[in-house]
């Protein structure tokens, strides 16, 4: 058993390979192959029947799987579009699950109530890993990505708090909509403690070791230990996975090396490919098994009606929920923008005319500032990245599911009435929405013909980099006035930093090299202090958000790049 085991797994790896480059050469996404490929491995003679645990998916898979999302979402964007992203992910995924469960029950009598809600919570949250592998391919607008994968952080907590509440007033056979909202704010609120907590005493504890091995080893052990605590204490243990994923991700560019960042980005992005492509992989082999059971348990006509109610129920609950913002937005946002438009004049008005004292004056002042700046970028991003219909619908289309549906189905507990039917259900709609809406949404998003922006983007660097630039040298100085252990610089080493290391920066030219071992010293204390002095003005400019992520990720990787030649691991 064991080298079956071995075997099974060495083969799976094996497919995710090949499903991977096959993706990328047919445009197909990756999901999409790796579910027809385990439905097919799974009729291999002698391929034994896979069953997977649902608790081996819930705590084992999905906090690594959320943290590795978490971890790369740039807190900027999350803040940007919150209102969306918690519209999403938390009221409608809540309406979702109530409406399929009265819809169910009603069509279906001899499905409880609370069972019926059970199903809706399964069903309720979105997959964004098929339509984000597409929406990256075919160049969909950064914001779209960034509504969708954060609703598919957060509406996966929402959904299980939902399902566990559902399980438990099934099993007294009561549903009480005032304790299921007591339970669902104390998940939130415990979550983010536990997320928070963990996140900064994690980071801060990195931060002070110098050893890689340790602060890998602590890195892959900071989902769980976001996750188990919180669930211990009632409160939603995915979500906190995710509040420790963003505070880690933000303070990672302040707080680790370029190295470490560098570790965390290609470890997380391994574990993320593995786990995701694997649990698709899972999805594929374990279809054909549940279709068996379904038919042993009942007669497969009322499932496949179930199947078709719930589909057409999802569908018309995503494009309302998605619209109904979307239309809000377009009465609400430009008397809003007016008004934040007539504060900015009336702020800007009393910056110039104040004349700070004191200490404490000029503090107030630069805090109003900042403020000024930041409201500022926030407005020219809405100008230069609104939700339109097209976007709209793409979000609407977008609206698969996948992972926490297969695992949350599975933790349906044994021996409940009709559970094979159920769980196959909820199966067969998330192989249906990946197939239907995974399959043309390529289409549709060339169809709707977004614009690229990579020359805007590259024009955005070059103004980031020169504000980057022209800030280290008010915080070091110039350079013709540094001095390294109290001597000033010779002229020529002045001149020979200035032609080559700022260019450097922006990527056109080749690696520095210098015949002289004692300027070489002189020339990396150099560039390490403008270094610092630039990664400090980047978390600056990061705070404001005048530039788009992409734009910050870019001088993040220009940084790093050189903070790591001159900083080489020894």
């Known amino acids: 058993m064991p080298h079956e085991l071995i075997l099974i797994v060495v083969g799976g790896l094996a497919i995710l390979v090949v499903a991977s480059v096959l993706s990328h050469r047919t445009g197909i996404a990756a999901p999409l192959l790796l579910l027809a490929f385990g439905i097919g491995a799974s009729y291999v003679p002698g391929m034994p029947e896979i069953e997977v645990a649902p ?5 084992g898979v999905l906090p690594p799987l959320l943290y590795a999302s978490a971890v790369r979402m740039p807190i900027l964007d999350v803040r940007r579009n919150l209102g969306l992203i918690a519209w999403l992910s938390v009221v409608l995924v809540i309406v979702s699950a109530l409406v399929v469960g009265v819809v169910v029950h009603w069509l279906f009598p001899h499905i409880p109530f609370a069972l019926a809600v059970a199903l809706g919570a399964v069903l309720s949250p979105t997959d964004a890993v098929a339509a984000t592998a597409i929406g990256k391919r075919l160049g969909l607008p950064p914001r779209l990505m960034t509504v969708l994968e954060g609703e598919s952080l957060v509406n996966d907590a929402s959904a299980l708090v939902v399902l566990r509440t559902a399980l438990a007033a099934g099993a007294v056979g009561t549903f009480s909509l005032g304790d ?6 104390w998940a939130v609120a415990g979550a983010v403690l536990v997320g928070l907590a ?22 892959f052990a900071v989902p769980f230990l976001s996750y188990f605590p919180a669930e211990e204490l009632g409160a939603s243990g995915v979500l906190a996975v995710v509040v420790a994923g963003l505070i880690t991700g933000h303070q990672a560019m302040r707080r680790f090396t370029a190295h470490d960042r560098q570790s965390e980005a290609t470890n997380w992005a391994t574990v993320n490919f593995v786990l995701e492509s694997g649990v698709f992989l899972l999805m594929g082999l374990e279809l054909p098994a549940l279709v068996d059971q379904a038919s042993a348990e009942g007669d497969l006509a009322d499932l496949w009606l179930l199947v078709a109610v719930l589909v057409g129920l999802l569908v018309l609950l995503r494009f309302v929920g998605v619209a109904g913002p979307l239309l809000l937005g377009r009465r609400v946002r430009p008397v809003r923008r007016e008004r934040v438009e007539e504060w900015l004049g009336v702020a800007e008005q009393r910056i110039e005319s104040l004349e700070p004292e004191t ?11 900042r403020r000024v700046a930041r409201t500022s970028a926030d407005v020219a991003f ?12 793409v979000l609407a289309w977008a609206g698969m599911r ?8 599975q933790s349906i507990p044994h021996g409940t009435e009709h559970r094979a039917t159920l769980v196959l259900a909820a199966f067969t709609v998330a192989v249906v929405s990946l197939v239907g809406f995974g399959g043309t949404l390529p289409a ?3 169809r709707l013909n977004f614009a690229p922006r990579t020359k805007a983007r590259n024009a955005e660097l070059s103004r980031l980099m020169k504000a980057l630039g022209e800030r280290s040298v008010d915080l070091v100085g110039p350079m013709a006035e540094i001095t390294v252990d109290g001597e000033k610089l010779d002229p020529e080493l002045v001149e020979w930093i200035s032609r080559r290391f700022i260019p450097l920066l922006m990527g056109t030219t080749t690696a520095l090299k210098h015949r002289r071992p004692d300027s070489w010293e002189r020339s990396l204390i150099v560039q390490r202090r403008y270094l610092e002095a630039m990664q400090e003005a980047l978390w600056e400019e990061r705070s404001i958000g005048a530039y788009s992520s992409a734009t910050y990720a870019a ?8 903070e790591r030649r001159i900083n080489p691991v020894v």
């Open 444 to 446: 549709l998003i060339r």
């Open 402 to 409: 996948g992972v926490v549906t297969l695992a949350a189905a």
């Open 382 to 393: 809405e100008r230069r990245e609104p939700l339109t219909g097209r976007g709209g619908l």
């Open 198 to 219: 963990v996140g900064w005493a994690t980071v801060l504890l990195r931060q002070r070791l110098g050893d890689p091995v340790l602060n890998t080893t602590i890195s």
């Open 359 to 369: 200490e404490t004056q000029e503090l107030r002042l630069d805090q109003l500032r």
């Open 180 to 185: 299921a909202a007591l339970d669902f704010a």
């Open 555 to 562: 001088a993040q990787g220009l940084l790093d790049r050189e």
């Open 55 to 59: 608790e081996v998916i819930l705590a």
